[in-house]
């Protein structure tokens, strides 16, 4: 497993700013993943946070609103852009060794927008 | 495509009794992944369990067990003597091994009642 931290633990932002979410590993990872979980939903991948080049990101998802950047093999962040009320949500980064196909979640991000 | 289907939205047990979460997945690959994660209501995500699709053996871990039957692609989760400390959001998912996204069941809702 890998000991994951995400900063902030938790947040309440006002529409039309924007929060920058961090994720940090103890060891080097080849994988590096964030989910957004909707209020009493499911899970949702965001985007894969690829180091050295720009993220892939799933369909409903674009780098404008969503930007991530991953500048080494133990860090990513996400910033949520212009926030609604429809971005509250948690934010999970989660990481995967190559060859391991498991995937380990940070304790996540909880984010209110007013 | 694949999918996996958790029937059970919420379920509602006294403590010691023994509980079982379904699991039912769909895929097409021979080779794949099944999860079990555990959300507290914290908000992390706790992986417990990762089963590959030629191991068909049943997995005990103290008071957790799980089920995996391929003749009818389930992968079923039972808490034996259930206790408060059970009560979270559990959720299956699945893996193929040709893709590295994490497929989601919509998760069961485990209330533990002293």
């Known amino acids: 497993s890998a000991v994951i931290s995400q900063k902030p633990s938790r947040d309440i932002c006002q529409r039309g700013t924007s929060l920058t979410i961090q994720c940090q590993v103890d060891?080097?990872?080849?994988?590096m993943f964030w989910y957004r979980q909707q209020p009493g939903q499911s899970l949702t991948l965001i985007a894969t946070a690829n180091q050295g080049s720009e993220a892939t990101y799933e369909s409903g998802f674009v780098i404008d609103k969503f930007p991530i950047s991953r500048p080494n093999l133990t860090f990513s962040t996400l910033t949520v852009s212009n926030m609604s009320p429809e971005d509250s949500s948690i934010y999970l980064c989660?990481?995967?060794?190559?060859?391991?196909?498991?995937?380990?979640f940070g304790p996540g991000t909880r984010l209110t927008v007013l | 495509a694949q999918k996996v289907t958790q029937a059970q939205t919420e379920i509602s047990v006294v403590e010691k009794e023994d509980v079982t979460l379904d699991c039912v997945y769909e895929?097409?690959?021979?080779?794949?992944?099944l999860f079990w994660y555990k959300q507290p209501p914290s908000g992390e995500l706790v992986f417990l369990i990762r089963?590959?699709?030629?191991d068909e053996q049943n997995e005990i871990s103290g008071r957790y067990s799980w089920n995996f039957q391929k003749s009818t692609s389930s992968f079923n989760f039972t808490i034996t003597a259930s206790q408060v400390v059970d009560s979270a959001v559990y959720f299956c998912?699945?893996?193929?091994?040709?893709?590295?996204?994490?497929?989601w069941g919509a998760g069961t809702k485990l209330i533990i009642k002293p």
């Open positions: 089963r590959n699709s030629f």
């Open positions: 998912a699945l893996i193929e091994d040709s893709n590295y996204q994490l497929i």
């Open positions: 060891s080097q990872v080849t994988m």
């Open positions: 895929t097409r690959d021979t080779t794949y992944y």
């Open positions: 989660s990481v995967e060794r190559r060859g391991a196909d498991t995937q380990y």
